[in-house]
Each structure stands twice: as structure tokens, then as C-alpha cells.
């Protein structure tokens, strides 16, 4: 061996275990988390003692950013945390249920018998953090701005419906019922000024300050979920003469068109902020960080629930770093930068060996119940098992869109390649689907084992939800008999095939589509081993996707929710007859029925009665199996040991700082 | 000199414009369904969401439209505000920035110019050291490390590379973090009292007579400093050891040498200044391609450079932002060859400008 060739061997020992320390994660074991089995873990030298080295500042490494903090616009997470940081709201939950409220700015409330009215008696002595005095008019003039900004793109539909009728997204439909004028700033300004100046004042009408120390808000029907809308950050309380000296709408209706449909970049609040919160925002360096700084004056002198924190906040700070690359926000928290992190599930096995303390989900106590890890001086807390808000669906479209052609359909005709336009409108075939969809396997390859069974639309532990109630399991004896029935017959005879589109990516959605076309390969299901039953899995950039969907393309499309509101209208009405269902193109008549039954749930105030309706429309979907309702995956939350506070409110858009303290 | 630069710059408008152009070719490709993806969350709650998005932007409106919009902007029929218009040195908002994009070119683009300087150093001085010592110590010992060295450089993802750097000096020693500033220096920075005058946090900090700031920033930039230098020296080693040994060869070489001057005095005086010529285009590229935003650099070491946003902003089909870049970074590329050429005037005398 020459010696070029000796020193060249020797780099390339020196480059390999350079890499295979890197990938050693110090000597550690990792395991694959399952669900119910220990973790094992190999001692690591981490240290004993969990004292921050600076406990006056908070700091979270994230991806992702808001779009600005106007509470009238915001409808992402990431805002919304900002803003659950900074304003209060009238109501605000009691800790860690979702299900119960406390009062925030409202000292208390009353509700008419029949439902239609509440009335809010306004706290004094609040201040905004630029010192103005809270007042109600403030508090009218907050739910008014954000329902006349309007903009289906933002959260105003979860007011316009309860306020002015169901079905009712945006208050552009005041002036035409039709929506033609949704989101269409140019053309309601063209509009008929009496009948801006009409539906100007039918929302002031909806929500009036008393002159004596209350608000009152008239809804057009009794609206089980408005408690609900009222906590979250679209129920901010903003200072009026604050937002009107910053650009915002001057509270006069011949004007108010002006404001609306505001976009990202010409919402007035996009990057200011005043509101009344224990944090107020110091700075926002766009892709770097947002950094809150504790407001001085809070006014909360009592616990807002059991056990809540009072006057200001622990922290002087509060860090928000944008850190897209997860080896870079693990760097962090292992050196301490970051005291929680947000951690991709394809990732847990590297940082559960450092774990030194695991607290798993209580659902009786909605807490936590912790232990230490056999690898009790790991810096890290593991909260695990909480339940989560958001989830996956197949929704089956029942008439795809053709028109100019479509690539996903094969042939367009049931001859064994390809599949016609009505295809998923047999039911047989959706049930189909559904017998034939590998619960289990989906949950251990999308979620580590870490998720649970969905019965129906709704999510475990709403109101309404039955775990035994109806549902699809995993059978291919009953996948085969469904299809064998399937267009009397014709299905099982000539074969199909179509595509199966995902937004590049997105591993979960690309999982369904090849959980379902193993399961149509399998023996049980094509017994001959023809072959027959093809579906393709198709991976598309993501606007492709999405306007695929909206074109109703797409014979099956994956597509997911988070929920808005702790509450089952906000599940069933995108889930059964809005947001999904209309790219599903229903019968008429089936959407007809689900929409009754949705109306009539969200107009119901009985939490009895209520849950009876969600139950029929569980049942109601069953029947029609209007799509495959996937499982819903369970959180994991870590933070560095020396963080004290954290609890579980499923619907909080981020982290409450407020709560937080570190030793 | 003078007519010379004139004419290279009074090219640069049609240069950028004509790339933007293309862009705006290219795009047409996508529906207008598919463009109005940028302004939609996810699966919008109907279809006049789609629907006022594709009218708000025009995205289905005649490409010679949409491009003078994107020329002169829109007027808000609301407001009555101008939006836009590159005419109006206005480059449009950045959805993927949530910002206007001139101001994110003038918050990214000093961290990526303060990167640029502080790396050229290391990137360019190394490379040329390392291809000078192998030259001069032809196929020994020496020669064979350095070139060993440079090659597993070059070799190297950028990714696996700069993560491992950061998992052992940053994650176990602590010496070097990522980003820009720690939490104390920023907040420092950021106080009214700390006057930024150019947002590059060295010069800054020096300007404000903060040297501990100043430490504390050139801390965070020696990881990623480190990582685009030993990735860079492959190059900049073979192109200055081939051109070494070509000059070293040369007949003046060994007349120095029969004339008795030092060996070092015969390659610091008579042949480095000559093998650096071929060696000066490469580090100008270097240049460039730093000035450009250098992506995955700037993601693992979490630093806000141009690199990072204009790959977001490509991903999701963030046109007007993509073509803010297009446009500044034409320039850069424009100006900084522009002063590569002039330089070579000055490397070289037998090189005139034409």
C-alpha cells in the first residue's frame, strides 16, 4: 500500500468515527417508544441538579411563526399564543379543562332563559400596557371590529354564525345572503351604502355596552358553544382609542368597509400590540424571534382558578425562537438554551434517553402522574398520553370533478383501469374503505403506537362522544363482502383504479393511501391474485394538493383539522357539512340531513340534549360512511427539568407563560 | 475604467428585468388555483375563499398584467393606499417572511454580509495557505494531508458536517452557539440604548463600544465559519496548488532561485503574487456564492441570513419574494464581479478592462 493510499485510508477512519459519534448520542441506548412499554435507557453523565442558570427568562425554540398579532385576524397557532399571551379575554378557562370557564375581564355573567342573551358585567380597574383604562365600551367595540373586519379566512365565523344565524360565515352576508360579496372588499364597498350602514348596525345592535358597567351580546339562537368562542384569542379585548390612533376602524358605520377583509399585510395590528396581558411584546425580528417582556401592572390580584399564579408574571422574559432544523432545537435543549421544545415524532427516540422524568396523562384528574425514568438525572420531563385536537380524515368524494379531464380516475369507467365519477357515491364502496383501513398499522407507523381509536367525527372525551359508539374496524372478511356488493357486483368483477393524492411530505397522508393499497393487494380482499383492485399513491406539491382538492380531483383526499373551540359544533360542522363536505359533493339530500341535525346541535344548550344530537350524527355518519375517521394521536410535551407549572389545557394555541415559573 | 463600469451597470437593469421575466414565464405553468395556495392556510372553509384570493391577486389575470401590478403596483380600491410596485421601490410583502420584502432584505442581508466578511478570511487566506504548503512540499508528507483534508471537506454534506460541529462545541462544550447573539446580547441590542447603525452585530457593537456584545457575536459565528471554510478549502487548495506548481516551473522562478534569494523570499515575493491570478476568480465566486445566502448553513446554525428566507419563500411558491431576491441578488452578483474584474486590473497588469 503506498502511502497516499495510507493516508487517504486514514482520513476516512478519522471522517467515520467522527460520524458514528455523532450518531452515538453519547453512548446511550434509545429505544423505540411503544405504548405501554418502559423505557430503557443507558445512565448518561447528565447533570444532577436542574437549577435554570437564568430563571427570570423563558425560552422556547419552535418552527414556524405567526402572521401578526391582530386578534381580529389571527387564525393560526402561533398567533394566537402571542396573543393568548398579551390580551385577556371576558372568559378564560378554568386551568386545565377545556369545558369550563372562569371569569377574566367579565367578573360575572347572566343568560337569559331562552339563551339568546348575555349579559357581562365589565371588571374595573384594568389596565391596557400603554395605561389606558379598560372600559366596556372597549369590550363592544373589540367584537365588533373583528366580526366587521371579517374575512373567511379568519376566525369571524366563529361569531358571525351564533350572532346572526347559522350558516352565517361573514358579515358580508348581511348585505347579500348569497356570499358573492365574501371576501370581497372592492365589491362591498360598491354595495348599496344603506344596507352597509344596515349591517353596521345590526352587528353594534348584537353587541352593546350598557353604559353601566355591562355588555350585552343578542344572539339570533341559542348557542351552546359561545362561552367557548369568547376565551380564545379572536375574544380579545383591544383598547378602542389604541386601535383607532393605530390605523384601525373609527367605530363610525359609514366607514367600516374600509376594514374589511383585511389580509396579513394590511391588517392595522399586524405587529403591535396593547392589549391588558401579563406579557407585552418587545420585540419581533421575523424569522429569528418574538420576545414578550412581563408586564408590570397585571391586575390579576386573585387566583383566576385553583392553584393560578397572581400579579405579574415569574418571568421578566420570554424567548420565542424560530428554529426550523429540530438537530439545531435539540443542540439547544442539551445545552440548556431552551427550556421546551417542540419535538417531531420521527425524533423521540433521540431525546427520550435523556428523559429523567415521565408523567403520563390522568383523564379523571385531567393531570399528570410522575415518576422518574430508569435514567433518573436525564435533564428532561416527558409529558405523555395527553389527548389531541387535531386529526387526519380520508374523506371519500362522491362526485369527482371531471371536467377537462382527470388524471386520478384512470379511465373515468368501472372496467378494471380506472374508476367513474360517482364511484365513492355507492356506500358499499365506502364502507369498503373503511372494513379495509389498517387502523393499527397506521397508528404504529404515523404515531410511534401513540394514538387512539376515533369513533366518529368527534374527538375522545367531547361532549357527544361514545367509545362504543359505531364504528369501522379493520376486517378484509368484511372488506370483501362490502365490495362484492358494491355496484351490484360490478366492482369485484371488473377491478378499479384510481390515484391517491398527498401533499408532498406529509408522511402521515402518504400512509393512508399505502395502508389501503396493501390492503386491497391482500389475499382475503383479492383472493385470485389478479391484481384488480390498483390504487397509486401520488405525491403532489402542496398547491397542487390543495387545488386538487377544491376541484373535488381527488377521488380520496387526506386532509386534517384542528379544532378551533373545545366544542362538538366545531367538529361537526366542518367535518359533515362545511369545510370537507363540500369538496366531497354530497347528495343534496344526505348534506340536507346532516345540516339539520348540525343546526340543531349548535342551537341546543342542554349538555344532555346536545349530546344525544352528536350522537345521532355519529350514527348518521356510520351509516353513510362518509369517510375513514382515523385516529386520534395522543401529545408529547418535553421540557428541561427546572421548568415548574406546565399543565394541559388541549385547547390553548401555545404556551401559557403566564403560568410558568423556573427553579 | 470609468466608460467600462458605466457600461457593465447600465446593463443591470435589463439583466434583472429580463430574469424576472422568465420567472414570470415559468409561473404560468401553475393554475391560478394552485398559486392562491401561498395566500390559504389549508382547506379553506368554502370556495370563495379560492376564489377571492385568485381576484385580490389577479392571479388569473393576463401575465402581462399581473407583471406591470407587480411593476407599479396595485391601488387598494378600499384605502385608497398604492400596494407594491417595483417602480416605486416598492418589492412587495413577503408571505413567507410576513414582511415587506425590502425589509427583509435589509434585516437578512446584513447578517449575511456580516457572515460573508468574517468567512471570506478563513475561506479564501486557507485555502490558499493549504495550496501554497502542498505546492511548495510537492508530493510530501505534507501534501498528501492537506489534499487528504481539503478532499473529506469537500466531500462532507454541509448538513451532516455542521450538525456535528454543533453537537460537539455547542450541545456538549458550550463553547459556540448558533444563532446570532445570546438572550443577554440581544436583549442588550435591542434596548433603546444600543444604537444600531448597520445591524451587523460585531460593527455594531463596536460602535457602540460593547465588546463584550462583540465577543459574544463573533462567538456565534465561528461554527458556521468553520463549517463553510473546511466545505470551501477543497477547491481553493487545488486551484492555488495546480497554479503554484505551473509558477514555480517558470523560468523567473529559477532565475530568483540561481540569483540566490531565500525560498522564501522566491515564493512569498515572486511566485505566490503570480499563481493567485486564477486563484482571485475563484474566491470572487466564493464571494458571490456567500453574498447569495448559503441555505443550509444558515438553517443548521439557526442563522438569519438571505439563504435560509429565499429557500422558504421557493418552497412555497412565494413569487414576489422570489423575485426580490432575483433582483437583489442580480445586483449583487453584478457589482461583485464587477469589482472582481477591476481587481484583476490590479492583480494583473497585463489584464485591461474592454
Known amino acids: 500500500m503506498s502511502r497516499k493510499h495510507l493516508l487517504i485510508g486514514i482520513g476516512m477512519l478519522v471522517v467515520l468515527s467522527m460520524a458514528l459519534a455523532a450518531c452515538g448520542g453519547g453512548g446511550a441506548v434509545q429505544t423505540i417508544i411503544v405504548e405501554g412499554t418502559p423505557m430503557v435507557v443507558t445512565p448518561t453523565t447528565a447533570p444532577v441538579s436542574f437549577d435554570s442558570a437564568d430563571p427570570t427568562t423563558f425560552t422556547q425554540t419552535t418552527f414556524g411563526e405567526p402572521e401578526g398579532f391582530d386578534p381580529a385576524y389571527e387564525y393560526e397557532t402561533a398567533g394566537g399564543e402571542i396573543i393568548q399571551n398579551t390580551y385577556d379575554a371576558l372568559v378564560f378557562y378554568n386551568g386545565p379543562d377545556a369545558t369550563s370557564f372562569v371569569p377574566m375581564i367579565a367578573t360575572d355573567w347572566t343568560v337569559s332563559d331562552d339563551g339568546l342573551t348575555y349579559t357581562f358585567t365589565i371588571r374595573e380597574g384594568v389596565t391596557f400596557h400603554n395605561g389606558d383604562t379598560l372600559t366596556p365600551a372597549d369590550v363592544a367595540y373589540s367584537i365588533q371590529r373583528g366580526i366587521l373586519q371579517g374575512g373567511t379566512f379568519t376566525p369571524q365565523f366563529l361569531f358571525t354564525e351564533p350572532f346572526f344565524g ?217 409529558f405523555i398520553g395527553h389527548p389531541g385536537v387535531t386529526r387526519t380524515d380520508a374523506f371519500f368524494t362522491f362526485d369527482i370533478n371531471v371536467e377537462g379531464g382527470n388524471p386520478f380516475i384512470g379511465s373515468g ?21 373503511n372494513y379495509c383501513f389498517d387502523f393499527d398499522a397506521y397508528i404504529a407507523e404515523v404515531f410511534a403506537g401513540e394514538a387512539v381509536m376515533n369513533v366518529g367525527y368527534l374527538i375522545p372525551g367531547m361532549l357527544g362522544y361514545d367509545p362504543n359508539g359505531p364504528a369501522y374496524y379493520y376486517d378484509l372478511e368484511q372488506c370483501k363482502a362490502e365490495i362484492e356488493l358494491a355496484w351490484g357486483g360490478a366492482v369485484a368483477e371488473n377491478g378499479f383504479r384510481f390515484q391517491i393524492g398527498y401533499n408532498t411530505g406529509n408522511t402521515a397522508r402518504q400512509s393512508v393511501g399505502e395502508i389501503l393499497q396493501a390492503a386491497f393487494q391482500d389475499p382475503t380482499v383479492d383472493p385470485d391474485g389478479t391484481g384488480k383492485y390498483q390504487i397509486e399513491v401520488v405525491g403532489l406539491p402542496w398547491p397542487t394538493f390543495l387545488s386538487s382538492i377544491r376541484d373535488s380531483r381527488i377521488p380520496i383526499f387526506v386532509s386534517g383539522w384542528l379544532e378551533d373551540i373545545h366544542d362538538p359544533h366545531n367538529w361537526a360542522q366542518p367535518e359533515l357539512v362545511g369545510t370537507y363536505a363540500s369538496r366531497q359533493r354530497m347528495p343534496d339530500d344526505m348534506l340536507a340531513a346532516l345540516q339539520e341535525q348540525v343546526n340543531a346541535g349548535a342551537a341546543e344548550t342542554d349538555p344532555a340534549a346536545r349530546a344525544a344530537i352528536y350522537a345521532g350524527l355519529t350514527q348518521m355518519d356510520f351509516d353513510n360512511a362518509l369517510a375513514i375517521r382515523l385516529p386520534t394521536a395522543t401529545g408529547r410535551h418535553y421540557e428541561q427539568r427546572w421548568v415548574q407549572g406546565w399543565y394541559y389545557n388541549m385547547i390553548y394555541p401555545g404556551t401559557y407563560f403566564y403560568v410558568l415559573s423556573k427553579q | 475604467m470609468l466608460n467600462y463600469i458605466i457600461r457593465r451597470l447600465a446593463l443591470v437593469p435589463f439583466l434583472l428585468f429580463g430574469t424576472t421575466i422568465l420567472v414570470f414565464l415559468m409561473i404560468q405553468f401553475l393554475s391560478p388555483a394552485e398559486r392562491s395556495a401561498l395566500w390559504l392556510r389549508d382547506v379553506p372553509r368554502n370556495e370563495a375563499a379560492w376564489d377571492a384570493a385568485i381576484k385580490k391577486y389577479c392571479l388569473d389575470c393576463p401575465i402581462y398584467q399581473q407583471y406591470w401590478m407587480w411593476l407599479a403596483g396595485v391601488v387598494d380600491p378600499t384605502s385608497g393606499e398604492r400596494e407594491g410596485g417595483i417602480l416605486h421601490l416598492d418589492l412587495g410583502y413577503s408571505r413567507t417572511a410576513h414582511q415587506d420584502v425590502i425589509e427583509m432584505l435589509k434585516q437578512r442581508f446584513p447578517a449575511t454580509l456580516e457572515l460573508a466578511l468574517y468567512a471570506v478570511i478563513p475561506i479564501v487566506g486557507g485555502g490558499v495557505w493549504l495550496g501554497v504548503l502542498s505546492a511548495v512540499n510537492h508530493n510530501k508528507p505534507i501534501d498528501q494531508v492537506a489534499r487528504v483534508f481539503s478532499i473529506v471537506g469537500y466531500s462532507f454534506p454541509t448538513f451532516v458536517f455542521g450538525l456535528l460541529v454543533l453537537m460537539a462545541f455547542y450541545a456538549k462544550l458550550r463553547w459556540f452557539p448558533p444563532g446570532r447573539l445570546s438572550d443577554w446580547a440581544s436583549a442588550a441590542v435591542f434596548d433603546p440604548a444600543f444604537r444600531q447603525y448597520t445591524t451587523m452585530m460585531t460593527v455594531d457593537a463596536l460602535l457602540n463600544l460593547r465588546f463584550d456584545i462583540f465577543l459574544d457575536a463573533l462567538r456565534h459565528l465561528v461554527l458556521p465559519i468553520t463549517t463553510l471554510s473546511y466545505l470551501s478549502w477543497a477547491l481553493l487548495l487545488r486551484v492555488t496548488r495546480s497554479s503554484m506548481l505551473e509558477t514555480l516551473r517558470q523560468d523567473y522562478v529559477t532565475t530568483a532561485r540561481a540569483k540566490g534569494l531565500q525560498e522564501r523570499a522566491v515564493i512569498n515575493k515572486h511566485a505566490r503574487p503570480n499563481a493567485l491570478i486564477p486563484v482571485a476568480t475563484i474566491g470572487g465566486a466564493t464571494v458571490v456564492s456567500l453574498l447569495n445566502g448559503v441555505v443550509i448553513t444558515e438553517t443548521i446554525f439557526d442563522y438569519p441570513g438571505i439563504g435560509s428566507a429565499a429557500a422558504r419563500a421557493a418552497l412555497q411558491l412565494d413569487v414576489i419574494t422570489v423575485l426580490g431576491f432575483i433582483l437583489f441578488n442580480g445586483l449583487i452578483l453584478v457589482v461583485a464581479n464587477l469589482i472582481i474584474d477591476i481587481l484583476y486590473v490590479f492583480i494583473d497588469p497585463r489584464v485591461t478592462l474592454e
Open chain 1, 166 to 382: 347559522v350558516g352565517v360565515y361573514d358579515v358580508a352576508e348581511l348585505v347579500d345572503p348569497t356570499g358573492a360579496l365574501d371576501d370581497d372588499a372592492a365589491g362591498l364597498a360598491a354595495a348599496d351604502p344603506a344596507a352597509l350602514v344596515a349591517a353596521c348596525e345590526q352587528v353594534q345592535q348584537a353587541i352593546v355596552d350598557n353604559g353601566d358597567g355591562t355588555v350585552t351580546f343578542t344572539l339570533a339562537q341559542p348557542w351552546g358553544p359561545f362561552l367557548a368562542t369568547l376565551a380564545q384569542s379572536w375574544g380579545a379585548i383591544q383598547d378602542k382609542a389604541w386601535v383607532i390612533a393605530n390605523g384601525g376602524w373609527d367605530g363610525d358605520c359609514a366607514t367600516w368597509t374600509q376594514w374589511y377583509a383585511r389580509d396579513a399585510e394590511t391588517t392595522p395590528l399586524r405587529e403591535i400590540e396593547n392589549g391588558t396581558g401579563p406579557f407585552m411584546v418587545d420585540h419581533w425580528t421575523r424569522g429569528e424571534e418574538i420576545v414578550l417582556v412581563r408586564n408590570p401592572n397585571y391586575w390579576v390580584t386573585e387566583p383566576l382558578w385553583e392553584g393560578a399564579p397572581t400579579g405579574p408574571a415569574a418571568f421578566e422574559r420570554v424567548v420565542i425562537r424560530s428554529v426550523d432544523e429540530w438537530g439545531t432545537r435539540f443542540a439547544m435543549m442539551q445545552a440548556g438554551d431552551s427550556d421546551f421544545t417542540v419535538v417531531p415524532r420521527a425524533n423521540i427516540a433521540q431525546i427520550d434517553p435523556l428523559v429523567g422524568e415521565r408523567c403520563d396523562y390522568n383523564a379523571e384528574t385531567l393531570g399528570f402522574d410522575c415518576a422518574p425514568t430508569e435514567n433518573p438525572n436525564g435533564p428532561f420531563r416527558l
Open chain 1, 413 to 433: 369507467e368501472l372496467d378494471g383501469n380506472g374508476i367513474p365519477a360517482d364511484f365513492f357515491g355507492d356506500v358499499n364502496v365506502r364502507r369498503a374503505f
